[in-house]
């Protein structure tokens, strides 16, 4: 008997996520991973979850934090959240929060209010895997989010239109993107906000990567420009995703979406819906470590992943052939490699694997239309200089004998 026959046609469209299946490699000692998006677990801050893990299970604190709690998220974090997005120019309450079970449930959640089949996502080419696999579920058309194209809103609007849907929301994150470690500028920013003003549409602020900048300028996420222009948080279209997965710790689970309040209430709707809340001990404990030493912790993240970035750029600058190329970063965890035309990054990291124990991600599957073969993502945040040029070395190696020049 299968049950096969009976699956939704959603379904068609979930597919294995290449990086998750590439994170068993890190079971195996031998192999340098460039692969993950992962930061280094030695940095995790373990002291202070224990002393707060400690507190949270205490007979004095177990009838809250090993309790049901409301949908929106634990109050005191949703405030600790407030703070902090008042650092970044943008101005709410606890009622424009919403605790999630990391930001990935979040774009699950978006793409599950916005699309309906047919309907067009605006996002990066190549954009974020797990945000292609996020909307796929809810079947829709993905087009080109390229503020500087010569493609005007009225041309995308009509394309939507003709694949039967309209154009639902742009999204993007604007610092140090997953994969390209790209950060869009002011410029660019404001462009994006007026293309969705002309179209009427939302956009999905992926701020994953925003706190970890290790040089150069920063700019206000698109949320705070978008309530400069506006001057209230209710009047905006921007809807900002935050996680703790890449400054804390990743294990918790715990994410936050700020937006205007009639989104955040439609969005406890489905919480309440799909798993009633994001577990209590864990927004509980990352309240309190957040409060204890976030921007202390914060500031070691920087100086460490920012050295291990200068050291992958040098070791790429020493040993890469000349016909490939890369991105220069000033945060986040990923370095985008262009290889030669015709290359394929899927079947060099084979012969990687093989050959030299070596892993990354090909860059093709962050391409909603899984073009581009000749790309692949490096992440330089779980290695230590000398074994990111070890690994840079042998990734090396593998081009020559793939003969890439």
């Known amino acids: ?111 599950k209010l916005f699309v309906d089949p047919s309907d067009t996502a605006l996002v990066g080419w190549p954009t974020y895997l797990g945000a292609l696999g996020a909307f796929n579920a809810y079947q829709p058309r993905y087009d080109r989010l390229d503020p500087a194209a010569n493609r005007g809103p009225a041309e995308i609007a009509a394309d939507a239109e003709a694949a039967g849907g309209r154009v639902k929301f742009a999204y993007l994150s604007a610092d140090f993107a997953n994969p390209t470690g790209v950060t869009m500028d002011l410029a660019e920013r404001e462009a994006v906000l007026d293309m969705a003003e002309t179209l009427d549409i939302a956009v999905i602020e992926d701020a994953a990567y925003q706190a970890l900048r290790y040089s150069g300028t920063a700019y206000p996420p698109l949320l705070a420009i978008e309530i400069a222009r506006k001057g209230d948080l209710e009047a905006c279209r921007t809807i900002y995703c935050g996680s703790f997965s890449k400054t804390l710790a990743p294990g918790l689970r715990v994410g936050w979406v700020v937006a205007a309040k009639p989104v955040i209430g439609q969005m406890v709707l489905m919480k309440q819906a799909a798993d009633l809340q994001t577990a209590t001990l864990n927004q509980v404990v990352t309240a309190e470590v957040a409060e204890e030493l976030f921007d202390e912790h914060v500031a070691m993240l920087r100086k460490v992943y920012g050295a291990r970035l200068q050291a992958m750029l040098a070791s790429l600058e020493r040993h890469m052939p000349k016909g490939v190329s890369w991105t220069r970063p000033e945060g986040g965890m990923f370095i985008w490699v ?68």
């Open 1 to 111: 008997m299968s049950l096969t026959n009976l699956f939704a046609t959603r379904t068609e469209g979930m597919k294995a996520s290449e990086i998750r299946e590439l994170l068993k490699l890190l079971d195996q000692p031998e192999i340098i991973s460039f692969a993950g998006g992962i930061p280094d677990p030695a940095l995790f801050p373990r002291e202070a979850f224990a002393r707060a893990m400690a507190r949270a299970v205490s007979a004095e604190a177990a009838g809250t934090t090993l309790q049901y709690a409301p949908s929106e998220g634990y109050l005191p974090l949703r405030r600790w959240i407030v703070g902090y997005m008042a650092t970044l120019g943008i101005a709410c309450t606890p009622e424009n929060v919403l605790i999630t079970a990391g930001s990935q449930q979040a774009l699950d959640y978006l793409g």
């Open 338 to 405: 262009h290889l030669p035309e015709g290359e394929d990054g899927a079947k060099l990291l084979e012969r990687a694997l093989a050959t030299e124990k070596v892993a990354f991600v090909p860059g093709n599957a962050f391409f909603a239309d899984g073009s581009n073969r000749n790309t692949l993502r490096l992440n330089f945040s779980m290695s230590d200089e000398a074994t990111i040029d070890a690994g840079i070395q042998r990734l090396a190696r593998v081009m020559d004998a793939a003969g890439i020049r």
